[in-house]
């Protein structure tokens, strides 16, 4: 199968695909009650979509856009895209103008979409969503520092601002009652421990449980690296370190990178031996100190990495990968963020007629998809035009490669319970992770493909980002994504293209 592609790769001709360019947007997101100014779109029809979540205990949700000059139309649609015209949207605003509202009284938790279309052009006009909360909402506890894997011992809070309120844990696993364990005011974490907790107010309403780990590294513990896994939730205290490992052969291309959440940490690497603390004296043989170092042709051994805490941190994510020659596509694990929604489709949706999913109300299982080129080349795809691996979707207008990921939903063991389809995509850059990429998007839906450093990003709220669960009981389970299932595509790495990552789903 590789080699018929390859042969597709080198006879495609360079014929001018009819699409609608970058029509899979990544939707900006809004933060409830910041609003968003001089919004402009000057193409008649151009629809443009954001993103706002939800809190639990929401009185409603009001979506505004005001000033400006021209018109606008607005829709809204939980869980999902909006579509152009509001066929496929939960709420519409269309009065002429820019200024519209929607208003939606005792909202659902979670992700709610905004679609802002242009009506003919506009403007100046700016967006706001306003998420009040009930009155007496009891909201979940905060967990401070963040959970997440850390380098020593960690002092760790469970607080609320709710006056009169108390917050009750537990450490079993079981959910926490009102005869629960009252939470003292620091909790001392020198091993793996798992956290449940709730508020009570003084009147004896509980709230939602939220739950928190925090992992226990021993000082001086260091975790060997595979290259293909990256490493997750790591945390620290100002001062802290985490120390790695990876065994690589010689004249290869190593790359280390840390990224994501807050706070501010720096990396070294030294073949042969953990780095010294501190900044390297010059000369020394620490290869480098910053976020992301590349070493372009490694000597065979040991590369040990330290990742020290300038600041405090959490959240942050590590990986340790050689760079071949071509194209190597990764899932993300840490953009899927799942979630549960039900939903209604109709048979003149575009789903229905796809085959993605039958009509009538639906259970889903959505998720995000961002897949990665690690490799030191572009994957570049041939022309779709009499291509076999590529379908043309008349509901979007333009080609999607066949098959590109699919994914499973697994019980704790690791037994399939439900399989999504395997969802054909539309290869593009849609979002540029590596700090020395390329500085601008090259491939779209009229040229596909993802540059080195690049990703390409499917939403949840897109048709098919789903799997169907029915019936299935509220639990614990595992999602698993894979990226080139069949191994179509050219890559130098296959071993990296499976991630599971656990999720909770919710009862109907």
Same mark, same amino acid.
């Not at 605003?93 to 939606?104: A, E, K």
């Not at 959505?366 to 041939?382: F, H, I, S």
């Given at each position: 199968?590789? %080699?018929?592609?390859?042969?597709?790769?080198?006879?495609?001709?360079?014929?001018?695909?009819?699409?609608?360019?970058?029509?899979?947007? $990544?939707?900006?997101?809004?933060?409830?009650?910041?609003?968003?100014?001089?919004? &402009?779109?000057?193409?008649?029809?151009?629809?443009?979509?954001?993103?706002?979540?939800?809190?639990?205990?929401?009185?409603?949700?009001?979506?505004?856009?005001?000033?400006?000059?021209?018109?606008?139309?607005?829709?809204?649609?939980?869980?999902?895209?909006?579509?152009?015209?509001?066929?496929?949207?939960?709420?519409?605003?269309?009065?002429?103008?820019?200024?519209?509202?929607?208003?939606?009284?005792?909202?659902?938790?979670?992700?709610?979409?905004?679609?802002?279309?242009?009506?003919? &052009?506009?403007?100046?006009?700016?967006?706001?969503?306003?998420?009040?909360?009930?009155?007496?909402?009891?909201?979940?506890?905060?967990?401070?520092?963040?959970?997440?894997?850390?380098?020593?011992?960690?002092?760790?809070?469970?607080?609320?601002?709710? /006056?009169?309120?108390?917050?009750?844990?537990?450490?079993?696993?079981?959910?926490?009652?009102?005869?629960?364990?009252?939470?003292?005011?620091?909790?001392?974490?020198?091993?793996?421990?798992?956290?449940?907790?709730?508020?009570?107010?003084?009147?004896?309403?509980?709230?939602?449980?939220?739950?928190?780990?925090?992992?226990?590294?021993?000082?001086?513990?260091?975790?060997?690296?595979?290259?293909?896994?990256?490493?997750?939730?790591?945390?620290?205290? /100002?001062?802290?370190?985490?120390?790695?490992?990876? +065994?690589?052969?010689?004249?290869?291309?190593?790359?280390?990178?840390?990224?994501?959440?807050?706070?501010?940490?720096?990396?070294?690497?030294?073949?042969?031996?953990?780095? #010294?603390?501190?900044?390297?004296?010059?000369?020394?043989?620490?290869?480098?100190?910053?976020?992301?170092?590349?070493?372009?042709?490694?000597?065979?051994?040991?590369?040990?990495?330290?990742?020290?805490?300038?600041?405090?941190?959490?959240?942050?994510?590590?990986?340790?990968?050689?760079?071949?020659?071509?194209?190597?596509?990764?899932?993300?694990?840490?953009?899927?963020?799942?979630?549960?929604?039900?939903?209604?489709?109709?048979?003149?949706?575009?789903?229905?007629?796809?085959?993605?999913?039958?009509?009538?109300?639906?259970?889903?299982?959505?998720?995000?998809?961002?897949?990665?080129?690690?490799?030191?080349?572009?994957?570049?795809?041939?022309?779709?035009?009499?291509?076999? $691996?590529?379908?043309?979707?008349?509901?979007?207008?333009?080609?999607?490669? /066949?098959?590109?990921?699919?994914?499973?939903?697994?019980?704790?063991?690791?037994?399939?319970?439900?399989?999504?389809?395997?969802?054909? $995509?539309?290869?593009?850059?849609?979002?540029?992770?590596?700090?020395?990429?390329?500085?601008? #998007?090259?491939?779209?839906?009229?040229?596909?493909?993802?540059?080195?450093?690049?990703?390409?990003?499917?939403?949840?709220?897109?048709?098919?980002?789903?799997?169907? +669960?029915?019936?299935?009981?509220?639990?614990?389970?595992?999602?698993?994504?894979?990226?080139?299932?069949?191994?179509?595509?050219?890559?130098?790495?296959?071993?990296?293209?499976?991630? %599971?990552?656990?999720?909770?789903?919710?009862?109907?």
């Amino acid at each position: 199968m590789k %080699t018929v592609l390859s042969l597709l790769l080198l006879i495609a001709s360079a014929v001018q695909v009819h699409g609608h360019g970058l029509v899979t947007p $990544f939707p900006k997101v809004l933060q409830a009650g910041v609003p968003m100014a001089g919004l &402009t779109a000057s193409d008649p029809g151009d629809l443009t979509v954001y993103k706002v979540l939800v809190p639990t205990g929401a009185q409603r949700l009001t979506v505004v856009t005001t000033g400006g000059s021209g018109g606008v139309r607005l829709y809204l649609r939980q869980g999902a895209q909006p579509t152009r015209n509001g066929e496929e949207s939960d709420y519409e605003s269309v009065y002429p103008g820019t200024r519209q509202q929607i208003v939606v009284q005792a909202p659902g938790a979670g992700p709610w979409y905004i679609g802002l279309q242009a009506e003919g &052009t506009y403007s100046g006009v700016q967006l706001r969503a306003i998420t009040p909360l009930e009155k007496g909402a009891v909201l979940p506890p905060v967990f401070s520092p963040q959970p997440g894997i850390y380098p020593a011992p960690v002092t760790c809070r469970i607080t609320t601002r709710l /006056k009169g309120a108390v917050v009750r844990h537990t450490t079993d696993g079981n959910d926490p009652t009102s005869a629960s364990a009252v939470t003292p005011a620091t909790l001392e974490v020198t091993a793996d421990t798992s956290f449940k907790a709730r508020v009570y107010s003084s009147g004896g309403t509980e709230g939602p449980v939220a739950e928190a780990t925090y992992q226990v590294r021993p000082p001086g513990d260091i975790l060997d690296l595979d290259g293909d896994s990256p490493v997750r939730h790591l945390a620290s205290a /100002k001062g802290g370190r985490h120390l790695f490992r990876i +065994i690589v052969t010689a004249n290869q291309r190593l790359v280390i990178q840390s990224e994501g959440g807050k706070g501010k940490s720096t990396l070294s690497v030294l073949r042969g031996s953990v780095p #010294p603390a501190g900044k390297p004296a010059a000369g020394s043989s620490v290869l480098h100190h910053g976020s992301r170092i590349t070493i372009p042709a490694t000597e065979a051994g040991d590369y040990f990495i330290a990742l020290d805490a300038t600041t405090a941190y959490a959240g942050r994510t590590l990986m340790a990968y050689v760079a071949g020659n071509g194209a190597d596509l990764m899932p993300w694990a840490d953009a899927l963020e799942p979630y549960v929604s039900v939903e209604e489709f109709s048979e003149l949706s575009c789903e229905v007629e796809e085959g993605l999913i039958g009509a009538g109300e639906r259970r889903l299982l959505r998720y995000n998809t961002e897949v990665r080129n690690l490799g030191a080349q572009d994957m570049v795809m041939p022309s779709p035009e009499g291509n076999p $691996f590529f379908e043309y979707h008349d509901c979007h207008g333009h080609y999607h490669f /066949k098959a590109f990921a699919s994914s499973r939903l697994l019980d704790l063991e690791g037994n399939e319970l439900r399989a999504g389809n395997k969802v054909s $995509f539309c290869l593009l850059d849609g979002l540029r992770w590596r700090s020395d990429a390329a500085a601008g #998007p090259r491939y779209d839906c009229e040229n596909q493909g993802i540059q080195a450093g690049w990703a390409d990003v499917y939403d949840s709220g897109l048709p098919g980002q789903w799997i169907e +669960i029915g019936d299935l009981p509220a639990g614990n389970y595992l999602l698993e994504l894979t990226v080139n299932p069949e191994g179509i595509l050219p890559e130098t790495n296959y071993d990296n293209n499976v991630i %599971t990552v656990p999720v909770t789903v919710t009862a109907e």
